[in-house]
């Protein structure tokens, strides 16, 4: 069984990829992401409870 981080983490994996077409690589904890998409707020979560780095794009 999952626990409820997990599956939020996944939540947002897909929601973030969903809603600002982001690149996400979970194992490296990375998302590629436009430059002005990086404060909303389950790309912030992302980051600052699952020690995701963001990486920008210019699109």
């Given amino acids: ?3 409820k981080t997990t599956n939020r983490r996944y939540y947002l994996h ?3 990829k969903k809603q600002f077409n982001a ?5 490296k904890k990375l998302v590629y992401i436009a430059y002005n ?3 909303e707020d389950k790309v ?3 980051q600052t409870k ?3 780095t963001i990486q920008t ?3």
Avoid: G, H, Q, T
Wanted: hydrophobic content about 50%.
């Fill in 50 to 52: 699952f020690n995701y």
């Fill in 1 to 3: 069984m999952v626990d």
């Fill in 23 to 27: 690149r996400v690589s979970p194992r």
């Fill in 14 to 16: 897909r929601a973030v």
């Fill in 57 to 59: 794009e210019i699109v």
């Fill in 37 to 39: 998409l990086i404060e």
């Fill in 44 to 46: 912030k979560e992302l």
